[in-house]
């Protein structure tokens, strides 16, 4: 079983920055792809980056040029730094990991961090 721990979240005013990171520990999984989704009150939860263990990414349109997602595999971590916040980031941040055992896949999340844009 892979735990994930999220930190980072907090509240910021309108055009700060955040970081947010999530280490993966407690089992021997193989890491495939890391990533971060949202999910803002009365709405369906959304990705908004991903990597891969090759460091690939893919971004949602509205994080482009503002987010940047990266990870360290050897720390089994990845990190989500957001520039130029808007209201409308305001959601729980939640880490995603994929744990690859050699014959199938797992999907793993953590518990959540708040993220506030105030106005």
């Known amino acids: 079983q892979l735990q994930l721990v999220e930190s980072g979240g907090g509240l910021v005013q309108t055009g700060g920055s955040l970081g947010l990171s999530c280490a993966a520990s407690?089992?021997?999984?193989?890491?495939?792809?890391m990533g971060w989704y949202r999910q803002a009150p009365g709405k369906q939860r959304e990705m908004v980056a991903i990597i891969t263990r090759d460091g690939t990414t893919n971004y949602a349109d509205s994080a482009m040029g503002r987010f940047t997602i990266s990870r360290d595999n050897a720390k089994n971590t990845v990190f989500l730094r957001m520039n130029s916040l808007k209201p409308e980031d305001t959601a729980v941040y939640y880490c995603n990991a994929q744990g690859y055992s050699g014959t199938y896949y797992s999907t793993y999340w953590g518990q959540g961090t708040q993220v506030t844009v105030s106005s």
């Open positions: 407690g089992s021997r999984l193989v890491i495939a792809t």
